[in-house]
């Protein structure tokens, strides 16, 4: 499994991100993204709400990452379902989506309980 460390660095560290027109961060804007930066944001967005799971003392945490970061392939099946929801929910924002995609798998991450 990466760091979940390094790729909260990352994102910590990216300077610009592509926003629309009325200043709104849409799933839509993620998916004009390349792929590989698809991949690292719902990544990094699983990682996070892994942290909030486990700070929060919530079981999703574990479940979280068998569910995501068990393998690669299981990793990439996820990263398609995830897209395939972004492209259904164009105008909410993409942490939303993968937010509530997790919970249904795993049950409450902690933040929400």
Same mark, same amino acid.
């Given at each position: 499994? !990466?760091?979940?460390?390094?790729? =909260?660095?990352?994102?910590?560290?990216?300077?610009?991100?592509? #926003?629309?027109?009325?200043? !709104?961060?849409?799933?839509?804007?993620?998916?004009? #993204?390349?792929?590989s930066q698809?991949? #690292?944001?719902?990544? *990094?967005?699983?990682? +996070?709400?892994? *942290? =909030?799971?486990? /700070?929060? /003392?919530s079981?999703a945490a574990r479940?979280i $990452?068998? #569910?995501?970061?068990? $393998?690669?392939?299981?990793r990439? &099946? %996820? @990263? $398609?379902? +995830? /897209?395939?929801?972004? !492209? !259904?929910? %164009?105008?909410?924002?993409?942490? @939303?989506?993968?937010? &509530?995609?997790?919970?249904?798998?795993?049950?409450p991450?902690?933040?929400?309980?």
């Open positions: 499994m !990466r760091s979940v460390a390094l790729g =909260v660095a990352l994102a910590v560290s990216l300077g610009t991100t592509v #926003w629309a027109d009325d200043n !709104r961060f849409t799933a839509a804007d993620v998916l004009g #993204w390349e792929p698809k991949d #690292w944001y719902f990544e *990094v967005a699983t990682g +996070m709400a892994t *942290v =909030v799971a486990s /700070r929060s /003392r079981p479940c $990452n068998d #569910w995501y970061f068990a $393998n690669d392939s299981l990439a &099946a %996820r @990263n $398609n379902e +995830m /897209r395939a929801l972004l !492209r !259904r929910y %164009r105008d909410y924002h993409p942490s @939303n989506v993968i937010a &509530a995609v997790i919970e249904k798998e795993c049950g991450i902690g933040a929400t309980q």
